[in-house]
């Protein structure tokens, strides 16, 4: 055999092996991003029903209904890969203090292949009058896209752990950012860059000692700090945080 058809013959073993490695990449990208995130068991029991809070779930989405009834609706979107039950526990802790709470099923469990989930909630609530939206990591960025494309629709906008994936400074929602310390990505949350996107009447919560994931209840990212505070603990001042939103968004009516 020649040098050049020897050539030949090792350029396409080379592609072929390449191609191979691709393959499995992608097959080991897609297992990845289909497998989510293992909900812990307080999860479920934020799902029992009490004298002052009704659930109810329907088509995966997860409902918090305060029995003396409400008038301002939160609307709440996981993060990637994270089931919606996962943030049950701070859903209920709102909930208590008398604002109507839903947290949406995504596909896939990510917000991003449903940005307009929110429009449903609304027309199937009718009795709320006044709502606002949020959500966490993706779910807070994709609640954020949400508010720009229907400005009209909500009044307020909550990002547990996330920024504005689009500009809705000039829509005049307010605005909550609510982050752990120990959180790697606490600086975007908070950089000039990321508060320009949103409007003037912005608040900003750090929660001292939480990290990413203990917004909700599940196992968590490989490469998140441990807190040094109890999960419980940054759920209650999240929720804190958001019922502060609501309160505005309420006294805005």
Do not use: C
Not at 141 to 160: C, F, I, K, R, S
Not at 215 to 229: C, K, M, R, S, V
């Amino acid at each position: 055999m020649s040098g050049a058809p020897r050539r030949r013959v090792t350029v396409r073993r080379i592609v072929a092996a390449l191609v191979a490695v691709v393959v499995v990449v992608a097959i080991a990208g897609a297992v990845w991003l289909a497998i989510p995130q293992q909900v812990l068991p307080e999860a479920d029991a934020a799902l029992i029903p009490s004298a002052s809070v009704a659930v109810e779930q329907d088509d995966g989405n997860i409902t918090f209904v305060p029995t003396g009834g409400a008038d301002v609706g939160l609307i709440l979107y996981p993060g990637g890969k994270v089931p919606a039950k996962a943030y049950a526990p701070t859903a209920r802790l709102i909930a208590d203090r008398g604002y109507l709470v839903v947290v949406v099923s995504m596909p896939f469990n990510f917000a991003v292949l449903d940005v307009d989930a929110a429009s449903r909630v609304i027309a199937a609530r009718p009795e709320i009058q006044t709502w606002a939206v949020g959500g966490h990591s993706l779910g807070g960025a994709m609640a954020g896209q949400y508010v720009a494309a229907h400005p009209d629709a909500v009044e307020g906008l909550v990002l547990w752990a996330a920024y504005s994936a689009a500009d809705v400074s000039r829509t005049g929602v307010a605005a909550a950012v609510v982050y752990g310390t120990l959180d790697t990505g606490a600086a975007r949350f908070v950089s000039p860059d990321s508060l320009e996107l949103l409007p003037a009447n912005q608040t900003i919560t750090a929660i001292d000692g939480g990290n990413h994931a203990n917004f909700g209840a599940y196992a968590g990212q490989p490469n998140d700090p441990l807190p040094t505070i109890p999960r419980e603990q940054q759920q209650q001042e999240a929720a804190d945080a958001t019922v502060e939103l609501l309160e505005r968004v309420e006294a805005a009516r």
